[in-house]
């Protein structure tokens, strides 16, 4: 499908990638994730001791996540991105290896123009690497939205998330080919949703290579990491 | 048997899912009994009582009169929903601040409520548009044992489909006459039905009891309309899932569907 | 506009009821499977559902050494009243009043020094509103804690009657309530007659007020026999299942 979108991208073209890593100095790891209007920064204090000691966990390690939007105060939505964000977190960290401690994974949006939660999560995997927390495999997501005409769209622009008819979020981990997490709403067939999967699949990769060439640049010297727009073949 | 259950709560499971079957009798696809009755509420304009089991909610929507919004999108902007798990459910609710199952269980509601295609002539107040009904539907748990989210899905759709409103007057452009003797209900052609999985280490459990969710790893959750399209998928969970595991969980969704059609029908004609 | 009367001249009330009458009762115990003890309790149009749960540990610090303490949550359902209620946190004042007053109800009636150091938690959820609030809340409890099979000394039974048109008048409903005469809240002990509580909006003249308590002590008499004749039924039932669980 070559038809453009607003922006001049191809359907499955997902926007420019930027990153920065170590941020802020009292975090234990923090990164910043942006695709080009959409920015996150996740910071990650962790382990540290449980602060409410009722919610401590003997065996593993508390993960709690709090998500703070660019304007406004939080709202019920921001609570149910909290909640599939630690979820989709708590699957990669290893959790048991650092019992009865809490880790703490904390995002504020500096703009929203779509795929936001995508963006979080992508953000957290970054700082969780800067802070050395153990995790099983890397993790990457992506936002897709379907059309009124049946097309594709990949990490849509926050117009484009309006006028969808569905949207996606999605996010992959680098062991295994299957869903860490997925959430969609709005009305969209079976057979786009599963058509669309190994579309997604190949996307979250790209974002899990990116991420291994940030931290590879890093390591070597350079700072922040660009890199040109990326397209995928459906 | 009953300390082996509180002490080794996995292990006493695991010997049962090992011979697919769990410990209140139903194989790992049986569904509870499940019973819908609308209109308990009268001085709601819309209600509904949805029973899974010994999970109970129970939904009612208000009605009230405001000026169009601005916005001018194709999603819908007049209903809103708000879940509320008290501690009259379940121990483990606090009643000081709103838990966060319950707000992002909110978030999924409205997000489903927002994509049903009511037209907007229903909402009209008077004749023009000029005014507009604004619902507000609370959902209330009245007693929590697992899979709350497929019976609010439930509660939802029965008492939407249950609203009567009145028909609407204005005269001097600020007066409004509510004309209770003509009552009309709202045009909503779709149908919403749920599912909700638990997955138990490879198990996979429909309906999940109160104790089942709390064992379990990961939760899915599922919602087809009437034309199979999927209106929600959640997962999340601490294990990743598999394609074909979804494939199946839709297949025994399909299955499903007749039945919880003829449910929500017939809670209507009452 | 005219005036609505709310005594015909037959005697006959807005609902057809009688100045002396309570409205029709529907009261079914044990509903709730998590609460250790549960009710649900119907008073003409008003819907009350309470549970229990308890004795058990405290949560914070305000454990007493040698008795139990009692502690009442009451919400009011957002589509029970003819207007819809936004949830007010903390400020509440009609449900910190009925709180209040239920706790003090059950923290005299209840045994509470057979239960040291431990909380007993009553939940109320009004699921729709027509008049008598409080004294609906006051009897569903009694049957909550009932069931919860908590040690009491006796029953509370609550009613409010009120005075319109020189005639008293018992188990006011909503239009009579914001009629804005005085509406006085009686519950008792039926079995040791003691006197609970007894409040009171508003005013009475000084010779009807015996008359207004007398039909509230009445009123409370009437709930009492309905409310235990439903404690022996629940109770001759559950006894029968529990035996044919034991013959099986």
């Known amino acids: 499908m070559t038809n453009t979108r607003n922006d001049g991208r191809l359907n499955n073209q997902i926007r420019a990638f930027e990153s920065e890593q170590s941020l802020l100095n009292k975090a234990d790891g923090s990164a910043r994730f942006t695709q080009n209007k959409s920015s996150v920064l996740a910071a990650v204090y962790g382990p540290i001791e449980v602060k409410n000691s009722r919610k401590q966990k003997i065996l593993k390690s508390l993960i709690e996540v709090s998500f703070t939007p660019s304007v406004g105060n939080t709202t019920y939505l921001d609570k149910e991105k909290e909640l599939l964000i630690k979820n989709a977190l708590e699957s990669i960290i290893l959790t048991t290896l650092h019992p009865r401690t809490q880790i703490s994974i904390i995002f504020q949006v500096f703009s929203d123009d779509g795929s936001i939660i995508s963006c979080a999560i992508n953000a957290a995997c970054l700082a969780l690497l800067d802070a050395g927390i153990e995790m099983q495999g890397l993790i990457g997501s992506v936002t897709l939205c379907y059309n009124h005409d049946k097309s594709i769209y990949l990490d849509p622009t926050a117009q484009e998330e309006k006028e969808c008819k569905s949207l996606s979020v999605i996010a992959y981990g680098s062991q295994s080919s299957q869903i860490i997490m997925n959430k969609t709403e709005g009305t969209l067939s079976m057979d786009l949703y599963f058509k669309s999967l190994p579309l997604s699949k190949e996307a979250c990769d790209k974002v899990i290579s990116y991420i291994k060439l940030a931290v590879k640049n890093r390591i070597m010297g350079t700072i922040s990491t660009n890199t040109t727009s990326t397209t995928i073949e459906s | 048997m009953e300390a082996f259950q509180k002490i080794h709560p996995l292990e006493f499971y695991r010997k049962f899912l090992q011979r697919s079957v769990r410990p209140d009798g139903r194989s790992l696809n049986d569904i509870r009994k499940t019973s819908i009755s609308t209109g308990a509420i009268t001085t709601a304009c819309g209600s509904s009582f949805v029973k899974i089991g010994n999970t109970s909610v129970i939904c009612g929507i208000r009605s009230e009169v405001g000026i169009p919004s601005f916005e001018n999108t194709d999603q819908q902007t007049n209903i809103f929903v708000n879940l509320e798990l008290g501690p009259i459910c379940s121990n483990i609710y606090s009643s000081t601040k709103p838990s966060e199952q319950a707000m992002s269980l909110s978030s999924k509601l409205n997000s489903l409520v927002k994509r049903l295609d009511i037209p907007k002539e229903d909402f009209y107040f008077d004749q023009e548009g000029k005014v507009l009904w604004y619902l507000y539907v609370d959902i209330y748990c009245l007693d929590y044992d697992g899979n709350i989210m497929d019976a609010s899905i439930l509660a939802l759709i029965s008492s939407l489909k249950n609203v009567k409103l009145p028909r609407g007057i204005i005269e001097n452009t600020n007066e409004y006459y509510k004309d209770t003797e003509q009552l009309r209900s709202l045009q909503i052609n779709h149908y919403l039905f749920p599912l909700s999985f638990s997955i138990i280490e490879d198990f996979i459990l429909s309906d999940p009891s109160n104790q089942e969710e709390q064992l379990s790893t990961s939760n899915l959750t599922i919602t087809l309309n009437e034309n199979f399209e999927i209106c929600l998928l959640s997962y999340s969970g601490i294990k990743p899932i598999s394609e074909t595991i979804l494939q199946e969980s839709f297949e025994k969704l399909k299955n499903r569907i007749e039945y919880l059609k003829s449910l929500i029908d017939s809670a209507q004609e009452h | ?248």
């Not at chain 3, 919400?75 to 709180?99: H, L, N, P, V, Y």
């Not at chain 3, 009004?126 to 009491?152: E, F, P, R, W, Y």
């Not at chain 3, 079995?191 to 509230?216: A, P, R, Y």
């Open chain 3, 1 to 248: 506009m005219s005036k609505l009367s709310y005594i015909s001249p037959d005697g006959l009330r807005v609902d057809g009821r009688r100045s002396n009458e309570i409205r029709r009762l529907n009261i079914k115990m044990g509903v709730s499977n998590r609460a250790d003890g549960s009710a649900y309790y119907e008073q003409g149009n008003t819907k009350i559902l309470v549970t229990v749960y308890g004795p058990r540990e405290s949560v914070n610090s305000k454990s007493l050494y040698d008795r139990a303490v009692v502690k009442c949550e009451f919400s009011m359902s957002s589509f029970s009243t003819t207007e819809r209620k936004q949830r007010q946190k903390g400020t509440d004042r009609q449900a910190t009043e009925i709180q209040n007053l239920i706790k003090q109800a059950f923290e005299s009636t209840v045994h509470v020094q057979l239960y040291p150091r431990s909380q007993i938690d009553i939940f109320v959820q009004v699921l729709q509103s027509d008049g008598g609030l409080k004294s609906a809340s006051i009897n569903a409890c009694t049957l909550a804690l009932i069931d919860a099979g908590i040690s009491m000394k006796d029953f509370v039974c609550a009613c409010n009657t009120s005075c319109i048109d020189g005639i008293p008048v018992l188990d006011l409903n909503n239009i009579e309530e914001r009629s804005g005469g005085p509406d006085l809240l009686l519950s008792i002990n039926p079995q040791l007659g003691g006197v609970i509580s007894l409040n009171m909006d508003s005013k009475v003249q000084q010779d009807l007020f015996e008359s207004v308590l007398d039909l509230g002590v009445k009123g409370c008499q009437k709930i009492f026999t309905i409310l235990s004749d439903q404690v022996k039924r629940y109770s001759t039932e559950l006894m029968s299942n529990q035996q044919q669980l034991q013959q099986s």
